[in-house]
């Protein structure tokens, strides 16, 4: 069953970037929109791998800093011509905090 952790403060990650989650099983990336919205992705990009988590965040999307390939924080999908998803995770903001469902 999964819950729900407390990952990291709103506040301590910047408007359009990211602050990288480490699990035991995988690293995660948590980006903070402009409108501080709150998205959660496995930090690898669908194409070779690439750290997303060290990506420029435009919108609702990510662009891979290692082959630009542009993905979708809320699907993960990455956006035409290329075709991948990566892994996405529930994601709320309580009281200032971030928590991921996992």
Known sequence: M???????ELNNI????SRLIKTRDT????FRGSDDQVYAIR???PHKGGPLSQ????GSTVTCPLHNWKIDLGS??????DHGCGN???VKVEGGKVFLQL
């Open 2 to 8: 999964s819950k729900w952790i407390e990952v990291v």
């Open 55 to 58: 990506g420029i965040m435009h």
């Open 27 to 30: 690293d995660i990336a948590v």
């Open 43 to 45: 930090d690898a990009c």
């Open 88 to 90: 996405v995770f529930a």
């Open 14 to 17: 910047p408007v359009l970037g």
């Open 76 to 81: 993960g999908n990455a956006l035409a011509p």
